[in-house]
């Protein structure tokens, strides 16, 4: 069974950062690109960044771009998302998801985690 597990999320102040991780299991890891996408408290979906299998090759959207920063380590089945400089516009639930292939263009999602929210505020 495909799990998607997201942590490292809370409350911190405006500039503070943030590591976010999303522990995979029941598939092979490194196999797969993998993306991070952010809710807002009534707000759509918004995608944040990918990454695809192997590590090399990284995108950003360009709300987060220059702050943000994700990772993986196939060792330990753990995708990152290190967040500095944070803002208040940051605040969401952040969500974790499994492309269906080894690139971010191999399709659309085809797994997701529960998510785990940060807030900013002071």
């Known amino acids: 069974e495909v799990q998607l597990v997201e942590s490292g999320g809370g409350l911190v102040q405006p500039g503070g950062s943030l590591r976010l991780s999303c522990a995979a299991s029941?598939?092979?890891?490194?196999?797969?690109?993998m993306n991070w996408v952010r809710q807002a408290p009534g707000k759509g979906l918004e995608w944040v960044s990918a990454?695809?299998?192997?590590?090399?090759?990284?995108t950003y959207a360009d709300s987060v771009r220059g702050r943000f920063t994700i990772s993986r380590d196939d060792a330990k089945n753990t995708l990152y998302l290190q967040m500095n400089n944070l803002k208040p516009e940051d605040t969401a639930v952040y969500v974790c998801?499994?492309?269906?292939?080894?690139?971010?263009?191999?399709?659309?999602?085809?797994?997701r985690g529960q998510g785990t929210q940060v807030t900013v505020s002071s």
């Open positions: 029941g598939f092979t890891f490194s196999s797969y690109a």
């Open positions: 998801q499994r492309y269906p292939g080894r690139t971010w263009s191999s399709g659309r999602y085809d797994y």
């Open positions: 990454i695809n299998s192997g590590g090399v090759s990284t």
